[in-house]
């Protein structure tokens, strides 16, 4: 073979083997940081991974908000009217947030299956709401407000 070819073969195999390590790398990374969104009925079903970064989304459930006298934890559902998921969350609550309004909670499933949030998003007014929770609850047949389409 050719010097000059000998060297533009090794340059590519160089650049390939680089790129695809970079990519893998890359990859590798971001598979931690990767945040799925599941409803209430998907965890449920068990569809949702235990101990790995998810987000819950629904409406919080009338009557579920329990708050602790000597800490700052607070347990409430969030249902998507096909099923509820328990969530915990230690943390001050967005000002929006209020039983029968929509609410995302990001955090890591226990092997209870309660949601122990890191993160409470409220729906910041009347009109609008996540599209998560609203596909969500189309899927039940429900809309925002409990109502059967």
């Known amino acids: 073979m050719h010097p ?3 060297q533009r073969l090794y340059l590519v195999l160089f650049i ?7 990519v893998g790398l890359v990859t590798y990374a971001m598979r931690g940081n990767i945040n799925l969104f599941y409803a209430p ?3 449920a079903e068990g569809k949702a991974p235990a101990g790995q970064p998810i987000r819950v989304g629904g409406m919080v459930v009338e009557g579920s908000v329990k708050r602790a006298d000597d800490s700052l934890e607070t347990r409430f559902e969030v249902t998507d009217y096909k099923a509820s ?4 969350y230690v943390g001050i609550l967005p000002d929006l947030f209020d039983e029968g309004q929509g609410a995302v909670a990001s955090g890591k499933l226990d092997s209870n299956g309660v949601l122990q949030a890191s993160e409470v998003l409220a729906k910041h007014d009347e009109n609008y709401m996540p599209p998560e929770i609203m596909d969500a609850l189309e899927q039940s047949g429900y809309d925002h407000k409990g109502v059967k389409q």
């Open 41 to 43: 009925a998907e965890v």
């Open 4 to 6: 000059v070819r000998k």
């Open 16 to 22: 390939i083997v680089f790129s695809s390590a970079a």
């Open 85 to 88: 998921v328990a969530v915990v």
